[in-house]
């Protein structure tokens, strides 16, 4: 079982940056591939960031490629999402996610991972 909290959600004006923390409690967080994912109101719940076990690999959605950072702190059990250059369209519930497959590939969809957070919420002034 894992359990995941998510911080560093909170207001932030249009161009400015968050950095987003997830603590992951258990023994198997370095082997788990981690993903974040939001939902913005009225909308489905879409992929942001994956990160594999080693955190080696990466992946992003486009909309946030370039300007966000998604990396691990294996020692500390902590996942991490640096948004940066923040448009409105960002505002969301932000989640992580952990699979529960060990050593896994990184993973787009939602069905890939098991165990979820509570969300933080991300709202970008314009």
């Known amino acids: 079982q894992v359990q995941l909290v998510e911080s560093g959600g909170g207001l932030v004006q249009a161009g400015g940056s968050l950095r987003l923390s997830c603590a992951a409690s258990?023994?198997?967080?370095?082997?788990?591939?981690m993903g974040w994912f939001r939902q913005a109101p009225g909308k489905e719940r879409e992929f942001v960031a994956a990160?594999?076990?080693?955190?080696?690999?990466?992946y992003y959605v486009d909309s946030v490629k370039g300007r966000s950072t998604i990396s691990r702190d294996n020692a500390k059990n902590t996942l991490y999402l640096q948004m940066n250059s923040l448009p409105p369209e960002d505002t969301a519930v932000y989640y992580c996610?952990?699979?529960?497959?060990?050593?896994?590939?990184?993973?787009?969809?939602?069905?890939?991972?098991?165990?979820w957070g509570q969300g933080t919420h991300v709202t970008v002034s314009s």
């Open positions: 996610a952990a699979d529960s497959r060990p050593y896994s590939n990184p993973e787009r969809s939602a069905h890939d991972y098991s165990y």
């Open positions: 258990g023994r198997t967080f370095s082997s788990s591939t």
């Open positions: 990160i594999s076990w080693s955190g080696s690999t990466k």
